[in-house]
């Protein structure tokens, strides 16, 4: 018997896959119904569901980006270290001087890119009206997938702690500071205080919040670290199951009734 | 970035990109006439008198490849008499024509023009024509120095990418409305209803998706390697940069700053894009469209969405991003960010305009050491005109819509939904409205009351 075919009979192999070589139609199904990585997808799926020139692949593009993302990132958190002291100089030998600092490299494009693809996911999205019945809460979903895609970069901008970072980040979060009501210098902040006491201050507005601090200083960095490496990517993580699975449960991809 | 070159040295850091990239291009329209040459597709246009050959679409394809082919040695050489380059006066003359006006009702009229003219637009060999173009411009603008600096900025390169991969997937998803638009006339579905027949996702989809993710991650593999990701100076909080810019993807809020404060700009109207967003399914009521592109059955929808997504999310982002330097003054493409360039500013607020332009008196201040009360009273007698021209905007405006223009949109709607989408655009329509007053009468703020930080 070739070789091959030996592993492919052995327990070891059989264990594994549940599923003998997609080499038939019968088997090509059932790869389909018996792999976890790939029970995601219909068995069958019409031919204008899957041409690039409909659906430009982009939502798959920027799934399998935010993977990318998900690797690096992941092999990036051994090197990096989120303070002040460190994190500039972890970022400049990362460059200079670490094998294989290109990743961070592949992690800051793939996150500009996630960017682009997401939108344009989005513009396919509504130039082909598939936010129509019944998938509008799909589209409600993506469009928090979108927000927190800009706001996973937002919070990854900081980290490299140089000028293009911290002003940035500065120039992003001064907006808080106008948060109507909620921010120190926004309109109507003057209603919560109480007996003339501003309980609207800059250290206790949306800003403050944002930053862990009147200035973005150590304290911002550790609270960006914390939502760009945990916080985020999990709700990303929950939502995206749940935009996948509703995709299979709204009928697949769409095309014409 | 290129500061300390010389400007033999700057050229030479130019040639090394634009030597490849006009190969690339070669390379582009050579597959084009391949293309074109095996499948027969295109047209002949003319035939040469005497020798008789015919000019095919392959033919000028290949011509135009050939002749990127010879402008990459040439822009290879890193000498400045040789590489192609925008003309001196071209660039002086798109300096003096860009301004922030300009630009924003530019754009406005060359994406109107497109989709006025579109079924003429979206014709392969239109578009390819557009295409090159596009990237001959690039190519041609990047010898200029202060156009490199700001497009080659490490930042900058994806907002390019951006606006090329949207040039084409814009071509691509009109070249198919047209297409399906012109096949509804006569009665016939859609082209995505033709090719209906089931196919097994293993192998067919799975393997694109197995190429899709190869072809990617080489991709980013050599993005990452030609191009260092940005890592400037370590931060100081003492030294601010000028301009100071939020990431690129909120350039487009950054740029409202200048027509809104931080609280409209930063706040309330990004907090509308994401509920407005999510509120396009529950909004649109047509039924048609779905899951096919098409312009023509809803065209409506269309409109809204492509002005606020080209128009005010990223033309506004690319201004932001290109073409705002030090002081966030404008600047012309080929022109030097100077920190020292002076832009007069001379604002006005609509309650100047009326209480002293108009009514010829002061503003209505209270007396120094009055209550609370006085003063809210003179403060809300102050703004009264710009009051009551918001509070006309946003509630006497959506019922006037509704009996109106949008009559039958009500009828369909009902009251919530309509008032919902009522006030979703006008507040979509404040940023343009905001714009044209501050061109035509520098006007500051509608509203202005400081003293309560709000300012409309």
């Known amino acids: ?257 | 970035m290129t500061h300390g070159l010389t400007d033999a040295q700057f050229l030479n850091k130019v040639a090394s990109f634009l030597g490849p990239y006009y190969i690339v291009l070669a390379v582009m329209n050579g597959l084009a006439a391949l293309y074109l040459w095996r499948t027969g597709l295109g047209r002949t246009w003319l035939r040469l008198p005497l020798v008789g050959i015919p000019v095919t679409s392959a033919f000028l394809c290949l011509a135009l490849g050939v002749f990127y082919a010879m402008l990459a040695p040439a822009a290879a050489s890193g000498n400045g008499a040789w590489m192609p380059s925008m003309p001196e006066a071209w660039r002086e003359a798109i300096n003096r024509g860009t301004g922030p006006v300009i630009y924003s009702v530019g754009t406005v009229a060359l994406l109107a023009v497109l989709f006025a003219f579109r079924r003429f637009f979206v014709q392969p060999a239109v578009a390819w024509i557009i295409w090159n173009a596009m990237l001959l411009f690039l190519g041609l603008s990047m010898t200029d120095r202060d156009f490199y600096e700001i497009v080659a900025k490490p930042d900058n390169v994806p907002i390019v990418m951006l606006v090329l991969l949207l040039a084409f997937f814009t071509w691509v998803a009109t070249y198919r409305a047209v297409i399906n638009d012109e096949r509804a006339a006569r009665g016939e579905p859609p082209l995505e209803s033709l090719d209906n027949d089931k196919v097994l996702v293993w192998p067919d989809l799975v393997y694109i998706e197995l190429i899709c993710m190869i072809g990617l991650t080489a991709f980013l593999i050599f993005w990452a390697i030609a191009l260092p990701a940005p890592l400037e100076e370590p931060a100081s909080s003492v030294k601010t940069p000028n301009p100071s810019k939020a990431p690129w993807y909120f350039l487009g809020l950054q740029e409202m700053l200048v027509y809104f404060d931080p609280w409209m700009a930063g706040v309330v109207l990004p907090s509308l894009i994401v509920v407005g967003l999510m509120a396009i399914p529950y909004i649109d009521f047509n039924k048609a469209g779905n899951g096919y592109y098409t312009i023509n059955q809803r065209k409506f929808a269309y409109l809204v969405f492509q002005f606020g997504f080209l128009e005010m999310w990223i033309t506004l982002i690319v201004l932001g991003t290109l073409l705002r330097g030090p002081n966030w003054n404008f600047f012309g493409p080929y022109e030097y960010w100077d920190a020292h360039k002076v832009e007069a500013l001379n604002n006005v607020n609509l309650s100047q305009y009326f209480w002293q332009g108009l009514l010829g008196r002061s503003l209505p201040t209270a007396p120094s050491g009055s209550s609370f009360g006085t003063q809210l009273s003179y403060i809300l007698l102050r703004e009264a005109p710009g009051i009551l021209l918001t509070l006309g905007y946003f509630i006497a405006l959506p019922p006037i819509m509704a009996i109106t223009v949008f009559r039958r949109y009500f009828q369909r709607m009902g009251l919530i939904r309509f008032m919902l989408m009522a006030n979703l655009l006008l507040f979509m329509a404040s940023l343009p409205i905001k714009m044209v007053l501050r061109w035509v009468f520098n006007l500051k703020y509608i509203i202005a009351i400081p003293e309560y930080f709000l300012n409309f």
């Open chain 1, 1 to 257: 018997m070739p070789l091959g075919d030996t592993i492919r009979e052995s327990q070891i192999w059989k264990s594994i896959f549940r599923h003998p070589m997609p080499v038939d139609r019968r088997n090509r199904i059932v790869v389909m119904l018996t792999n976890f990585f790939l029970h995601l997808h219909p068995v069958s799926i019409r031919k204008q569901g899957i041409a690039l020139s409909y659906t430009w692949c982009m939502g798959g593009v920027t799934f399998f980006l935010f993977l990318v993302e998900t690797v690096t990132g992941v092999l990036l958190m051994f090197y990096y270290r989120p303070t002040v002291e460190w994190a500039y100089t972890d970022i400049q030998a990362l460059r200079d001087v670490t094998s294989l600092g290109i990743l961070r490299e592949i992690h800051r494009w793939g996150a500009h890119a996630m960017v682009i693809t997401v939108w344009l996911h989005m513009y396919r999205v509504f130039l082909t009206g598939s936010y129509k019945p019944p998938r509008e809460f799909n589209w409600v979903i993506g469009v928090i997938l979108l927000l927190l895609t800009l706001l996973l970069s937002f919070t990854g901008y900081l980290l490299p702690w140089d000028q293009l970072a911290v002003w940035a980040i500065t120039v992003g979060s001064n907006m808080a500071r106008a948060t109507p009501v909620l921010g120190h210098e926004g309109p109507l902040q003057q209603l919560l205080s109480v007996g003339g006491v501003d309980m609207i201050t800059n250290a206790s507005d949306a800003r403050f919040a944002l930053l862990g601090a009147r200035e973005v200083g150590e304290e911002t960095l550790n609270r960006f670290y914390i939502l760009h490496c945990i916080a985020i990517p999990l709700g990303v993580s929950l939502l995206l199951a749940i935009h996948f699975w509703r995709v299979r449960k709204d009928g697949g991809i769409s095309g014409p009734l």
